[in-house]
């Protein structure tokens, strides 16, 4: 399984940006997706996940602003971040897994795919 993300950049706080992360090799919408981000300094922690039912989970961090989508034709995972801020500024990675629990969506240790990361800035 190969992941490529894209769509990363500069923007600034209350802009938005759409991260995409396209995938070969395998069906994403048949895996466990999620998005994950770290920060400078920072543990990588996870954004959002979506699993082969379509469930989601969202980090409190960014419900409410961030939306995980798939388009099953394309085989390929979306992320829309609106309302950005400072904050938000971290390399964004999409992961995917094949067995990965509920317990553990949000925990970069249950994926076994990454992709090479894409740089957002949000500037105040």
């Known amino acids: 399984v190969q992941l490529v993300e894209s769509g990363g950049g500069s923007v600034q706080a209350g802009g938005s940006l759409r991260l995409s992360c396209a995938g070969y090799g395998y069906t994403l919408s048949n895996m466990c997706t999620a998005w994950f981000r770290q920060a400078p300094g920072r543990e990588r922690e996870g954004v959002v996940a979506i699993d082969s039912d379509g469930t989601t989970n969202y980090a409190d961090s960014v419900k409410g602003r961030f939306t995980i989508s798939q388009d099953n034709a394309k085989n390929t995972l979306y992320l829309q971040m609106n309302s950005l801020k400072p904050e938000d500024t971290a390399m964004y990675y999409c992961?995917?897994?094949?067995?990965?629990?509920?317990?553990?969506?949000?925990?970069?240790?249950?994926?076994?795919?990454w992709g090479q990361g894409t740089q957002v800035t949000v500037s105040s």
């Open positions: 992961a995917a897994g094949a067995w990965v629990t509920l317990a553990t969506i949000l925990n970069d240790k249950s994926y076994n795919y």
